[in-house]
Nanobody, 124 residues
Framework: QVQMVESGGGLVQAGGSLKLSCAAS????????VAWFRQAPGKEREFVSA????????YYADSVKGRFSISRDNAKSTAYLQMSSPKPEDTAVYYC?????????????????WGQGTQVTVSS
């Protein structure tokens, strides 16, 4: 069992930066792929970014490519999402997730463990 806890959300101005963290419990974190999803009010949960167990492979949604960066520190069982030049349309609750596989996936159904979410609000 893996428990995930996000932190770092808040209010940020458009064009600024924000770094989200996701601390995981469990000794198997280093073997799992991790991802970030987000959900805005009235919308479905959508994929943002994912990386494989080593972070050698990374994948981004087109909407955040070139602005967001995913990383992880397996020694600390922590994943990160660096948000640069955020836009008002990035406003959402951001969730981190882990799956019982070392390989990337981009749909919520492929992930087994979820955090409670952290609110990110981007002001214009």
């Amino acid at each position: 069992q893996v428990q995930m806890v996000e932190s770092g959300g808040g209010l940020v101005q458009a064009g600024g930066s924000l770094k989200l963290s996701c601390a995981a419990s469990g000794r198997t974190f280093g073997a799992y792929a991790v991802a970030w999803f987000r959900q805005a009010p009235g919308k479905e949960r959508e994929f943002v970014s994912a990386c494989n167990w080593s972070a050698f492979s990374k994948y981004y949604a087109d909407s955040v490519k070139g602005r967001f960066s995913i990383s992880r520190d397996n020694a600390k069982s922590t994943a990160y999402l660096q948000m640069s030049s955020p836009k008002p349309e990035d406003t959402a609750v951001y969730y981190c997730a882990a799956r019982s596989s070392p390989d990337i996936a981009t749909t919520p159904q492929d992930y087994d463990y979820w955090g409670q979410g952290t609110q990110v609000t981007v002001s214009s």
